[in-house]
């Protein structure tokens, strides 16, 4: 049970956020590929958010360094 919760919350973002459940293609291939193509979509959504944080992070460190804003 501990992997499949580790899957079940990736599995509904994918369902829920980038249509995973409907095929826009036939042919197993063209759906293979529709199926990496939101897979890489889904990652690079999740990179992009790592990112944001990362240097939101910076600049409250940045600024609390300069004396201009306490910590919270």
Not at 25 to 51: E, P
């Given at each position: 049970?501990?992997?499949?919760?580790?899957?079940?919350?990736?599995?509904?973002?994918?369902?829920r956020g980038h249509g995973l459940r409907r095929a826009r293609y036939r042919g197993k291939a063209m759906l293979?590929?529709?199926?990496?193509?939101?897979?890489?979509?889904?990652?690079?959504?999740?990179?992009?958010?790592?990112?944001?944080?990362?240097?939101?992070?910076?600049?409250?460190?940045?600024?609390?360094?300069?004396?201009?804003?306490?910590?919270?």
């Amino acid at each position: 049970m501990h992997t499949r919760n580790g899957i079940e919350s990736t599995q509904s973002e994918l369902v829920r956020g980038h249509g995973l459940r409907r095929a826009r293609y036939r042919g197993k291939a063209m759906l293979d590929l529709q199926i990496q193509f939101i897979g890489a979509a889904c990652n690079i959504k999740r990179w992009l958010s790592v990112l944001a944080w990362e240097t939101k992070m910076a600049i409250r460190a940045a600024a609390a360094a300069a004396g201009e804003l306490t910590p919270a």
